[in-house]
């Protein structure tokens, strides 16, 4: 199965009943890698990188807004997050999908939004939004020149998609190695590279079985803290 953070990481604690276990039901075979995303603001907030907005924010307590696309979506929890580890208190408004939230964003109607790099791109370049902080650990190869949130002074903020193929639990050890082969042969292929790096995709910097199985553990601990903390509940 090729997965992504929702259904790896996330859902687990989104939803009360949910017929899988996402670290016991599954064995990892290898991490395709993550989409990074943006913090990025309307041009008529008065701020210009992370701390600024932090100030701006602690000085003016309720009035900036974050849109997301739905209640639980990564652009959702991102704010949770960062409201928790930079003690502001960004209000979230959810929308139905990245479109309508952009739109507003664009608008004016919101402050700001966490959405993905190559989404974005195209508003930060005509300057229509300002971009603040990548959420990943790593800068962005879409956008070098913007620091992460994490480099700014918020600790610990890391944010992205990640995708990666599991198989069943149980699979044998040969097949799993047989598979990660398979699969780390074909991402060093120059087509499959062109084609990911141009949807955004920033590889994983291991392709092991063991390096996705800790890591999806590591994201199920985090974000159900997270999940805990908004009160998102999907069911």
């Known amino acids: 199965m090729f997965g992504t953070s ?8 989104l939803y009360r009943k949910i017929n899988y276990d996402p670290v016991k039901s599954f064995a990892p075979v290898i991490q395709i890698g993550q989409l990074p995303n943006v913090l990025v603001v ?11 907005l932090i100030a701006y924010g ?21 704010g949770v997050l960062f409201n928790n580890l ?30 993905d790099v190559l989404t974005a791109l195209p508003f930060i370049k005509s300057g229509k939004v300002r971009a603040l902080g990548v959420t990943t650990k790593a800068r ?8 992460t949130v994490a480099e700014q002074g918020v600790n610990g903020f890391d944010v992205s998609v990640f995708f990666g193929v599991v198989a069943p639990a149980g ?9 990660n082969h398979a699969f780390a042969e074909a991402l060093q292929k120059p087509d499959v590279r062109k084609t990911l790096l141009a949807q955004g995709l920033e590889f994983a ?31």
């Open 171 to 179: 699979t044998p050890a040969p097949v799993i190695a047989k598979l």
């Open 42 to 52: 309307n041009p008529s907030v008065p701020v210009k990188n992370v701390s600024e």
């Open 140 to 147: 962005s190869q879409a956008l070098p020149d913007v620091p």
């Open 6 to 13: 929702a259904p790896l990481a996330i859902n687990v604690s």
């Open 205 to 235: 910097p291991s392709t092991t079985p063991e390096q996705l199985g800790g890591f999806v553990k590591s994201e199920v601990t985090k974000w159900h803290t997270v999940v805990q903390k908004s009160g998102a509940q999907l069911d």
């Open 86 to 115: 930079a003690g502001t208190d960004f209000q979230h408004v959810p929308y139905k999908g990245t479109g309508p939230a952009l739109n507003d964003l664009l608008g004016g109607q919101v402050s700001m939004t966490f959405t």
């Open 58 to 78: 602690k000085a003016h307590p309720g009035k900036l807004s974050y849109a997301s696309s739905g209640n639980g979506a990564s652009s959702h929890l991102a």
